[in-house]
DNA sequence: ATGGTAGACCTTCTA
């Protein structure tokens, strides 16, 4: 299985990118955020041209994540839980059916800049959730992704110019702890467990430059239970897609596993 | 020198 995360930045603006990639790249299943439409105005029909079963959890303006998978999506959940006055759409579950069936979570954490206004304790309140749900997830012991943009710095490694993000939600101390935190439960980094290497940004800044410089930061992880991190096999960050015309400022992450 | 771009959408917010 080939499973893919890519933060799109708008859906509908990035609609002939998208579809060229995964006409060509092929994915299993997809987790995508940042869709920034409802329900409705994603371009559904599209990706079941592609031969995709389609989960969208979208809003207007903002946030909005989706689900894309070549066999049917079962046990679908849309929304975080844990609060029920949170009103953004950053959480989509689900089964991706199969032989060997693999639980999948896509997620968009909150940004939480700038720091010390309601925005970071929303995020971390937001990565406290996701670790109590994950737990609960965790005591199925069955094979599971939780893939998407996690806005978090893991390790001065992943970022070109660490220092520059001293002061940023995204290299907080707190942030990097709860990270931490996830692993803790038993989780693995797909990228640091499948040859890491430094440079394996993800994210690049459409101002000042941050492209052309190669000012990145990887903030777009895959994390594996053990029962997924078993038959991980390889791991890919597209960088080539961040250099095409009108790109996203995410690139995806490609992990392939035998399941 | 505290700079700069992109997207949704209505004037500014978010990233």
């Given at each position: 299985m080939r499973l893919a995360t890519w933060n799109v930045n708008s859906i509908n603006a990035r609609l002939p990118t998208v579809l060229d990639w995964f006409s060509r790249v092929q994915p299993?299943?997809?987790?995508?955020?940042?869709?920034?439409?409802?329900?409705?105005?994603?371009?559904?029909?599209?990706?079941?041209?592609?031969?995709?079963?389609?989960?969208?959890?979208?809003?207007?303006?903002?946030?909005?994540v989706a689900m894309l998978s070549k066999t049917p999506l079962e046990d679908v959940r849309k929304g975080l839980p844990g609060d029920d006055g949170d009103d953004h759409a950053r959480y989509i579950e689900a089964v991706v059916s199969g032989p060997r069936p693999v639980r999948l979570v896509g997620i968009y954490l909150p940004n939480g800049n700038p720091v010390g206004t309601d925005k970071f304790a929303y995020k971390l309140?937001?990565?406290?959730?996701?670790?109590?749900?994950?737990?609960?997830?965790?005591?199925?012991?069955?094979?599971?992704?939780?893939?998407?943009?996690?806005?978090?710095?893991?390790?001065?490694?992943?970022?070109?110019?660490?220092?520059?993000?001293?002061?940023?939600a995204l290299f907080q101390p707190q942030s990097r702890a709860a990270f931490r935190g996830l692993k803790w439960l038993g989780l693995t980094d797909a990228y640091m467990q499948a040859d890491g290497r430094p440079g394996g940004y993800t994210f690049w800044d459409y101002q000042a430059g941050a492209w052309p410089r190669n000012h990145?930061?990887?903030?777009?992880?895959?994390?594996?239970?053990?029962?997924?991190?078993?038959?991980?096999?390889?791991?890919?960050?597209?960088?080539?897609?961040r250099a095409?015309?009108?790109?996203?400022?995410?690139?995806?992450?490609?992990?392939?596993?035998t399941l």
């Open positions: 299993d299943v997809a987790c995508l955020q940042e869709i920034k439409c409802i329900d409705e105005k994603f371009p559904r029909e599209a990706f079941e041209a592609l031969g995709y079963n389609v989960e969208v959890h979208g809003q207007k303006t903002y946030n909005g309140a937001w990565l406290e959730r996701l670790k109590r749900h994950l737990i609960e997830l965790l005591a199925y012991e069955e094979p599971m992704a939780v893939a998407g943009d996690y806005n978090v710095i893991p390790e001065p490694d992943d970022a070109d110019d660490p220092a520059a993000w001293t002061g940023d990145g930061i990887r903030i777009d992880h895959v994390l594996l239970s053990p029962q997924a991190a078993d038959h991980l096999t390889g791991v890919e960050i597209h960088r080539d897609e095409a015309e009108k790109p996203s400022d995410h690139v995806p992450v490609v992990v392939e596993l």
